[in-house]
Structure formats: structure tokens, C-alpha cells
């Protein structure tokens, strides 16, 4: 049972690019949330996707947008980099939006902006 | 929204019991109380998770007091692979935690 997959593992963009990151989640699961993650510091929530549409989201950007297609699986777009954008970008999976639902983790992209 | 503090780091002896302590004076009524672990370039992992007194699965005990204003997870003879960031999440007052930022939670060293 395939667990979250991410891709890539690491990229590497200079400051004003944009960015495509890409999460398939756990078999069975239909929810998918975004997190980013900097040196030295905790997942902070970014948005959750349920049923194609963007069901939360955390105090980020319009840069920020993403997209979850029918087969759940979700990307992350990121215009207009900032050398603040470099971080640890985490995606997770979870059976619907049931706020106290299990979150189930990829191993992240890491993302270095120059 | 509730705010939680834990130990910035801890330190142990294999084969010890460990004890993590986490503040969440703020809690509401409807949350409940989930710790994650994480290791190095790997996203958080579920441990366990609780609203009162206490549960108990195959890796971890969480205890709560009445008060639910803090919590305990205990990690029973702690190994080397124990070496983690431990992370207390509640929820943010809708009576979830999937929109609260970790914090920086506990850094646990275990010492041959």
C-alpha cells in the first residue's frame, strides 16, 4: 500500500520563477493538505483540498495556489518566488475533512530559492 | 486559538522511560489532543492522539489531566531510533488541528 508520494525531492529556482509541486496521497484517501516548513521550525498550514476545491486555508499569499484533480492526487504552485519561499514543502493525506482525522505525511520537496 | 508550549529539548538514556510535557491552558471544549514525531527530511509521523485520562497504543501513552490544560506523552525504554521532534498539536476551536502551525515541539536526544 503505497504510502503520500511527493516530486520532486529537491528544487532549486531563483527568486521571481515558479514553482509546480506534486502529492499523490495514501490509497483511500480524498483529502489533501499543504504544509511548509522552514529550517528549525513546524509544518505551518498552508490549504487542504477536498473534492477539487480549497476547503481551508492558512494566513499565505495569493503566490500560493494549488489544484486537486479527480483522482485526489494535489499540486502546489508558488509564483513569483522569494528567497523566503526556501523550505521543506510537505504534503498530507487524510479520509475526509474531519478536522481530527489522522494526517498521513510525505517526506516533503525541499525547495531552495537563490 | 490554543496555544501550545513544550520543552524546546530533552535528553535521555536508552532504555528510559521518557516524558514529554505540553501546556495547552486555552484548550476548547471540543478539541482533542494529537502528538506527531518526526525525523530528519521526513514529514511528521502520527502517534497518538486523546481528549481525557488516558490512552495507550503500541508506541506511546498520552496522559491528560481533568483539566485537559496540558498533556503527557510518555515513550516507554526509548531506543536510539527514538531521536526525534515531537510535536503537541490541539486544535484550533472548530474542534480540529489540520490549520494549527506545529510549533517548534521537543527535540528528544537519546544517549547510548
Known amino acids: 500500500d503505497a504510502g503520500v508520494t511527493q516530486s520532486p525531492t529537491h528544487l532549486i529556482k531563483t527568486r521571481g520563477q515558479q514553482v509546480t509541486l506534486r502529492c499523490s496521497p495514501k490509497?483511500?484517501?480524498?483529502?489533501v493538505s499543504w504544509y511548509q516548513q522552514a529550517l528549525g521550525q513546524g509544518p505551518q498550514f498552508i490549504f487542504q483540498y477536498y473534492e477539487e476545491e480549497e476547503r481551508q486555508r492558512g494566513n499565505f499569499p495569493d503566490r500560493f495556489s494549488g489544484h486537486q484533480y479527480p483522482n485526489y492526487s494535489s499540486e502546489l504552485n508558488v509564483n513569483a518566488l522569494l528567497l523566503g519561499d526556501s523550505a521543506l514543502y510537505l504534503c498530507?493525506?487524510?479520509?475526509?475533512?474531519?478536522?481530527?482525522?489522522?494526517?498521513?505525511f510525505g517526506s516533503g520537496t525541499q525547495l531552495s530559492v537563490l | 486559538l490554543a496555544k501550545t508550549t513544550q520543552p524546546i529539548s530533552m535528553d535521555s538514556y536508552e532504555g528510559q522511560e521518557v516524558n514529554i510535557t505540553c501546556s495547552h491552558n486555552?484548550?476548547?471544549?471540543?478539541?482533542?489532543i494529537t502528538w506527531y514525531q518526526q525525523f530528519p527530511s521526513q514529514g511528521p509521523r502520527f502517534i497518538i492522539q486523546?481528549?481525557?485520562t488516558k490512552v495507550t497504543n503500541e508506541v506511546a501513552s498520552l496522559f491528560i489531566p481533568a483539566d485537559r490544560k496540558s498533556s503527557t506523552l510518555s515513550l516507554p525504554r526509548v531506543s536510539l531510533s527514538d531521536t526525534a521532534v515531537y510535536y503537541c498539536l490541539v486544535g484550533d476551536g472548530t474542534g480540529g488541528y489540520q490549520k494549527v502551525t506545529f510549533g517548534t515541539g521537543t527535540k528528544l536526544q537519546v544517549i547510548p
Open positions: 498530507a493525506s487524510s479520509l475526509g475533512t474531519d478536522l481530527d482525522e489522522k494526517l498521513f
Open positions: 486555552n484548550i476548547a471544549t471540543n478539541d482533542y
Open positions: 490509497s483511500g484517501h480524498d483529502t
Open positions: 486523546g481528549y481525557k
